[in-house]
């Protein structure tokens, strides 16, 4: 029907006709608009968004996962799940902040150790002299795509105490450490090498949330040094990938140009490279801090949060609370303050990077 | 900052006759040109040996037996071959039985699935937000970049709540359903739909095609290469999916590959029994992905970037 009427317009070409085909369209265009995104309005309303507001209202409650949290069986608490986790001090605050501890730590080793990776592989991958640049990519691109479940699987038998990584390191004379059962911290053993060995009063006595300054400053576990290790191998083919897309940005008349007013690979690579892939590099940055905040696969199936908790994260707290302890008012808690801190810091990272632009 | 437009300059195309003759080392002296490659061989070789070293060890242990593979972890040929580990996988030994079948089909049946639905969830929505003019798109195009920042692991208690209000906790719809929010795969279709050029709508209007019309017959076949990256965007997504699962199940019937792996492996810290077997486990869950990646590895790269649109 619309299809005559338009023929008509088109042929007879007179105003009023037209415009009331116009909206005649329009308004189909209008209804199927709506019935085209409908599915997934409703589902990413129901399944996202509704679900938010849900762990919201829970994070405020005692409930304990029986029965449904909004019949009014389970007790308003109001903030005081939020409480216990920050400021009450007890065995939630000092499983939440080791964790937040843990964390700042693996994702500080973490990031580092990705984007330097990953920009090394882009770079070579890159290179104008050596050929084969797919076959290679394609090699370093795997591990991210297969499941972080087989890959924990494989790093628990590569990490074994007797395993393949303490093998190749007994190779070059290292006496590899057991990887999951060691719970000291990689900056206490370096502090150690220099003969401190205890915590210096000053910092033994200052308490930050329930603990020490010294035990905040214990870096990364050697069970969590085994952990960024696997993040930083699974991630880099992705995050290469980035690199690359930036890499090939740069048109090839500049490096000539550079490379023709004399400047050798160092220089070009200093000067030129790498200030234009200054936004690359902060994109890698935030979209690798975001997902070393979540981190829990790996926790899961390696670890459990030990040795001594000190690959406790917080998602893995927010999981264990809840479905564990049946606690689920304070394991939607802690997921929100996690959500908090993720947000403070990827609009930090935007306001830094914004800052260097302009 | 000059930066900024030099980025704008269009693309070159990287054949390796167009790379300036400066940037190669054509004409270095010899003894140069053999350090470079030599060093840049060498380096790619020994990333090569890190990428892909492990897996080759994770295969070489599936055919160990469990002395072998604790007392000679490195070694990439088994001494004695033994297919002990994966006559369990394959259920032919009856001592021990692990229900790898049902992991797998279940892993199958939610991946298939899911990857169907978004293909129709995802490319439904991105032609109205790319073409369709209706009043709330603003809105909604909105709420789908919004969705994008919303961190995947702070959603496990919320969808274990939405589950269980719904009455879905341990049943396929509750594995499956949630899993169709695919806010990358929208963006993706969007973008692929506005490459085309809006003549093509216009002209099956006129021809007497309705708005569902123009989309399936018209328009859909000319993305064919974002419904392929969304395809294997889903089904990687989905196959590899753990901590949905996790949440939304407890029943072990309803445990898929990467659940059951998980289950079986985690906890399971100073018994170094059996790697083998999980290892084998391990090598089953990957060889599905391997094989798409083998045929499809560009496109697995091209939803690496599309990603970072972000």
């Given amino acids: 029907m619309t299809a005559t009427v338009t023929r008509e317009a088109s042929a007879g070409r007179i105003r009023p006709v037209r415009r009331r085909v116009t909206s005649g369209h329009l308004r189909q265009e209008r209804r199927a608009g709506w019935l085209f995104v409908a599915p997934a309005v409703i589902v990413l309303v129901v399944f996202l968004f509704a679900p938010i507001l849900m762990a919201a209202w829970v994070s405020l409650l005692d409930w ?67 050929r084969g640049r797919s076959f290679f990519r394609t090699i370093f691109y795997f591990p991210a795509i297969t499941s972080s479940v087989a890959i924990s699987v494989l790093f628990l038998f590569l990490f074994q105490g007797s395993g393949v990584v303490n093998v190749v390191l007994s190779w070059v004379g290292v006496d590899g450490p057991s990887w999951f059962t060691d719970p000291r911290g990689v900056l206490h053993i370096v502090l150690g090498w220099f003969g401190v060995s205890d915590a210096p009063g000053a910092l033994a006595d200052t308490t930050v949330g329930g603990l020490s300054l010294w035990n905040w400053l214990s870096g990364p576990s050697v069970a969590m040094c085994a ?104 394991g939607a808690a802690v997921a929100f303050v996690l959500f908090a801190i993720i947000i403070v810091l990827t609009l930090v990272q935007r306001w830094v990077g914004r800052e260097r632009r302009t | 900052m000059s930066g900024l437009t030099l980025r704008r300059a269009p693309r070159p195309r990287r054949e390796r006759d167009a790379v300036p003759v400066v940037l190669t080392d054509r004409y270095s002296p010899l003894p140069r040109k053999v350090a470079v490659r030599v060093v840049g061989y060498g380096l790619l070789a020994l990333g090569t040996l890190l990428y892909l070293g492990p897996f080759l060890v994770q295969v070489a242990t599936s055919f160990k037996t469990d002395a072998d593979a604790v007392g000679n972890p490195v070694s990439l040929i088994p001494s004695p071959v033994t297919l ?198 391990a090598t089953l869950s990957t060889i599905p992905i391997a094989i798409v990646y083998v045929f499809f590895s560009r496109y697995f790269m091209r939803s690496g970037n599309a990603t970072g649109l972000k």
């Fill in chain 2, 84 to 281: 002990a580990a994966w006559e369990i996988v394959a259920g032919s030994n009856p001592a021990y039985s692990v229900p790898v079948f049902r992991w797998l089909g279940n892993s199958f049946a939610v991946t298939i699935s899911v990857t169907l639905g978004r293909l129709i969830i995802d490319s439904l929505a991105g032609y109205a937000l790319a073409r369709l003019r209706f009043r709330g798109r603003a809105v909604v195009f909105a709420g789908v970049v919004a969705v994008l920042a919303v961190p995947g692991v702070v959603l496990l208690i919320p969808k274990f709540l939405v589950l269980n209000e719904l009455g879905m906790f341990n049943s396929y719809a509750g594995m499956i359903l949630p899993l169709f929010c695919d806010a990358v795969g929208i963006l993706l279709m969007k973008t692929a739909f506005e490459a085309v050029p809006t003549e093509l709508d216009e002209a099956a209007r006129i021809d007497g095609a309705g708005v569902f019309r123009t989309f399936w017959s018209v328009i859909l076949p000319l993305v064919r290469p974002a419904l392929v990256t969304v395809t294997i965007l889903s089904f990687q997504g989905s196959w590899n999916e753990f901590t949905h699962f996790l949440v939304a199940t407890s029943d072990p019937d309803l445990a898929t590959m990467n659940l059951g792996i998980a289950r079986l492996t985690a906890g399971d810290l100073q018994g170094s029994q059996q790697f083998p077997l999980k290892l084998a486990l």
């Fill in chain 1, 227 to 330: 952990l960024i290790t696997l993040t930083i191998w699974a991630s880099s083919g992705t995050f290469m990938l980035f690199f690359l897309v930036g890499l090939q940005d740069i048109p090839v008349e500049l490096e000539e140009a550079t490379a023709i007013d004399g400047a050798g690979g160092w220089q070009r690579f200093r000067h030129l490279t790498l200030p234009l892939m200054r936004r690359s590099i902060v994109l890698v940055i935030t979209l690798a801090l975001i997902s070393s905040w979540q981190v829990f696969d790996q926790v899961f199936i390696l670890s459990q949060g030990s040795p001594a908790k000190t690959t406790l994260t917080p998602a893995y707290v927010s999981y264990v609370r809840s479905f564990g302890d049946g606690q689920f008012g304070v």
């Fill in chain 1, 64 to 130: 304990n996962g029986q029965s449904s949290p909004f019949s009014g069986d389970a007790d308003f608490v109001g903030l005081s799940n939020y409480q216990s986790l920050l400021t009450e001090a007890g065995l939630l605050r000092n499983d939440f902040m080791l964790s937040v501890r843990n964390t700042i730590y693996y994702v500080l080793f973490n990031v580092t150790g990705v984007v330097v990776v990953s920009f090394a592989l882009a770079m070579a991958v890159n290179s104008y002299v050596l």
